[in-house]
């Protein structure tokens, strides 16, 4: 068979393909793509032991020189291999569980777009570079739905991902620094800002994570982003909700998206998984300004042999607390 590329998704295509090879009761079968590269074409790949994966020809000498190199891929699903195939050298990317086949066909999407643009660079080395910047999406494929607390604290950042994108556009996404383990979840050009949910009923406290997460960066001021969430049947919002509102947004770039999700733990297998998110509505949302007088525990006082600080504040009667924005300056309030 053969496919002309953008006839249809990497993870439709090698489903149909699956089938095919299952109704023929075929060991193996492949799809051919009309890339136009000048080493040959590349191949989707499905076998009889429900592995998955993609063939690409790559040059001879490029293919000397990686057989001569240690095996780099760090993934324990997802393999690479090279092989010679009536003239030509491949690099072929196997998938050996099926659970990841959506995340796998994104991979693949993305390579073949890769492999459209090349100019000089060998297809192998591109196909290398995807899969080492596809990692961190792999290694989140197939895990469990996060627990509500790690969702409200998800929930809370894209929400303010989605009001950011109001006033500084596609660049928000750029600006959403938490995924990336930073010091605090968004850095904008003349602010930082820190996100807190909370689920409790009778109070308003907030978990810092970090002797460092709310000092500030810089001489940038440090905002702190309050939001009290209530759990509902009916109604609400959930992760998966704001995820589908902000990829559909004009300008977003969704690959990026999809991999700030990934690092984030939510895979596209995970998001799938719709219908076990809970769905939840705002109760409170609070503003502070980080300031000196700010409840918090000063950095300067704590020994260099203490190596984690986690604390909680208090932030019950909120309008009284140094800093307090008597308006919403950042989140929406409804």
């Known amino acids: 068979m053969r496919l002309k590329h953008g006839q249809s998704t990497a993870f439709e295509n090698l489903k149909t393909l699956d089938a095919y090879r299952a109704s023929q009761r075929t060991a193996e079968e492949v799809y051919e793509i009309d890339l136009g590269l000048t080493v040959g074409l590349p191949y989707l790949a499905a076998k009889i032991d429900h592995t998955y994966g993609i063939a690409v020809p790559v040059g001879a000498a490029w293919a000397e020189t990686y057989e001569r190199q240690p095996q780099r891929t760090a993934l ?3 393999s690479t291999s090279t092989f010679r195939r009536a003239g030509t050298y491949y690099i072929q990317v196997t998938l050996s569980d099926e659970k990841l086949l959506r995340t796998f066909g994104d991979f693949v999407d993305n390579l073949l777009e890769a492999l459209e643009d090349i100019r000089t660079e060998d297809p192998g080395a591109v196909t290398l570079r995807l899969l080492a910047e596809s990692q961190q999406l792999f290694r989140a494929a197939g895990t469990a739905v996060p627990g509500n607390e790690a969702q409200i604290g998800l929930l809370l950042e894209l929400e303010t991902l989605r009001t950011l994108y109001e006033s500084v556009g596609i660049d928000a996404l750029r600006r959403w620094t938490g995924p990336d383990n930073e010091r605090h979840d968004f850095e904008l050009e003349e602010a930082s800002l820190e996100c807190k949910a909370t689920l409790s009923r009778e109070n308003l406290a ?4 970090g002797a460092h997460q709310l000092d500030p960066m810089g001489d940038k001021p440090l905002v702190l982003l309050v939001r009290k969430y209530e759990k509902t049947v009916d109604g609400g919002t959930s992760v998966p909700d704001m995820v589908r509102e902000i990829s559909e947004l004009p300008g977003i770039d969704t690959d990026e998206l999809a991999r700030r999700l990934a690092e984030a733990g939510l ?10 998110f809970a769905r939840f509505l705002h109760v409170e949302t609070h503003e502070f300004d980080v300031t000196e007088d700010f409840p918090r525990i000063p950095t300067e006082g704590l020994s260099d042999r203490i190596s984690r600080v986690a604390y909680t504040v208090e932030l019950r009667a909120p309008s009284s607390i140094p800093g307090y924005h008597s308006e919403l300056q950042i989140l929406e309030s409804n």
């Open 267 to 276: 895979s596209p297998e995970v998001l799938e998984k719709d219908a076990e």
């Open 76 to 78: 324990k699903l997802v």
């Open 206 to 209: 907030v978990t810092i994570h």
